[in-house]
Every structure is written in structure tokens, then in C-alpha cells.
């Protein structure tokens, strides 16, 4: 595919220095024979500033933004009040990927599909699988459809802070029939047992080096910890007890994946970048 002049991208958030996603679009472009100029864009953390960051960006002829931390519920509200969302960002109540379509800003959340092709690519069992998710902020409620809709058949959300859990659960229930048809179960983290297929840790604990308060009676044949870039004590557990794990970086890339092709319409095999780790 042959271009006059690159496409211009970016990675907005608060902190942003540490983003590997220029990198991650930057391969891909190179497999899609592609130009892209995709830079990282720091804001300062309030709304008006993103949506001036937004606009500007737009208005200058940009393609496509992601939206990292603390942006992705900012970005929601701005997508619900001007533009248009996808589904999946609807229930997620958080967009990461941004694009204009007919002239309005169009809002979507490739977080849960991305864990979902990872966890497929790995091989790991989603058909018929009891899955645990712990944590209950925003990166619980992104996962909790795609991964339904991959075809998971029980779903508990544990939370160390119980109410939270069970609000996400009601709120995700009211928001998508599809997830209220599995009739989804919550409970304190510190309360969690039994053996599921996978579990997922969707907090952020281990990045401090802290353990979770997880019962030795809780196992798996799976884990997965969204978080990556080091040791996770959530892996080493588990590891401990047998199962498979994997870090989050393959998520990473998965949702990156699905965002360039929002863009470009180019697919791209995100698997090349992981073996190239």
C-alpha cells in the first residue's frame, strides 16, 4: 500500500514516558508495508485538558489516539456526550482506542478482546471455563464481555473491598444481557476458593511487590496477570501450584493489534512481536 505522507497516531496519558506503544505500532506498521509517525502525548491530569489534546490532535489531521491511565473514563464521557461508542466500550465504561468516523469522535475499548486473542493463542481453554477475575475497577469491567462472549461459562469477580464487587457485577449485568445471562457471582478476594480454570488478576497489587490475601485452597490450571515488565508475585504463586501462567505484555500487543486495524484496516500478526521479545 502506497502513502504520500505518514499517518499520524498517539498514546495519550498521565504518566507516558514509560509507554511502549510507539514501539509496539511501529512494528506493526512495518509488517502492514505502512507509514505511521506515532508519538507519545503527555496531558496534564483534568478534562479539559485531554479534550483540547483531543481536538487539536484531530482538528491537526491525526488518525487514530490511544488512551492509557488516568484517561480511559474521560474519554468514555467524551465519546457518550459527542460522538459515538462501540459496544464494547459501552459496557466497558472506558475507551482506549479513538478515531473520527463521519466527522465525529467514535470511542472503542479493545482491552477485553485483546486479553481474549491472547489467552486463545496461548491455548488456554475459554469454551465451557469457570473463570475467577480479581480486582473490581475499571480493567475487571473492560475483560468481563469479550470474555463471555468468547465463551466462558461461570464468572466470580472477587475484590478485597466486597460492595465493589458487587456493584460491578449489578452495573455490568444492567449494561449487557449477555453478561446477565451467565448470572456472574462476586465475594470478598480474601474469600475465594475452590479450583477454577483461569483466574486473572486485574489489580495492580503485585507491581508494589505485595501479595494477595488468597486462600491455599484456591487453585487453577491457568493464571493470568495483566500487569507485565516483571517479577509478579500473583504468577509465582500459581506457578507454585502448578499451573500455567502469563503476563499481561501479550494483551498489551493484543489490544494494540486491534486498535491499528480500527485505523488502517491492516490485520497484523501481533504473535511476531512476542516471539521477537
Known amino acids: 500500500m502506497s502513502q504520500s505522507s505518514p499517518q499520524h497516531f498517539i498514546v495519550i496519558g498521565n504518566p507516558i514516558a514509560h509507554s511502549k506503544s510507539p514501539e509496539i505500532h511501529q512494528q506493526f506498521a512495518t ?11 503527555y496531558c496534564p491530569n483534568d478534562t479539559a485538558s485531554f479534550i483540547a489534546v483531543v481536538e487539536a490532535f484531530f482538528n491537526g489531521g491525526g488518525v487514530g489516539a490511544n488512551v492509557t491511565v488516568p484517561f480511559k473514563q474521560i474519554a468514555y464521557q467524551l465519546c457518550a456526550e459527542r460522538g459515538q461508542l462501540s459496544s464494547h466500550a459501552q459496557v466497558a465504561g472506558a475507551v482506549n482506542t479513538l478515531m473520527l468516523k463521519k466527522g465525529k469522535i467514535y470511542g472503542d475499548n479493545t482491552d477485553g478482546q485483546g486479553l481474549v486473542n491472547h489467552l486463545l493463542s496461548l491455548g488456554w481453554p475459554l469454551k465451557g471455563a469457570k473463570v475467577a477475575i480479581l480486582g473490581a475497577g475499571g480493567a475487571s469491567r473492560g475483560v468481563a464481555l469479550p470474555l463471555i462472549e468468547a465463551g466462558i461459562k461461570q464468572l466470580t469477580i472477587a475484590n478485597r473491598t466486597v460492595s465493589k464487587a458487587q456493584a460491578l457485577i449489578e452495573q455490568l449485568c444492567t449494561a449487557s444481557p449477555i453478561i446477565d445471562a451467565i448470572d456472574p457471582d462476586y465475594c470478598a478476594l480474601e474469600l475465594l ?52 501462567v502469563s503476563s499481561g ?13 480500527l485505523w488502517t484496516g491492516a490485520s497484523v500478526d501481533p504473535s511476531l512481536l512476542l516471539h521477537n521479545q
Open 31 to 41: 509488517q502492514a508495508q505502512l507509514q505511521i509517525c506515532y508519538n507519545r502525548q
Open 193 to 244: 476458593e475452590g479450583d477454577f480454570d483461569i483466574i486473572i488478576n486485574a489489580t495492580s497489587i503485585g507491581l508494589s511487590g505485595d501479595r494477595l490475601p488468597l486462600k491455599d485452597s484456591l487453585t487453577c490450571h491457568y493464571a493470568y496477570d495483566m500487569m507485565y515488565g516483571r517479577e509478579l508475585p500473583f504468577l509465582s504463586h500459581f506457578t507454585n501450584k502448578g499451573a500455567k
Open 249 to 261: 505484555y501479550g494483551m498489551l500487543i493484543g489490544q494494540a493489534a486491534l486498535s491499528f486495524k
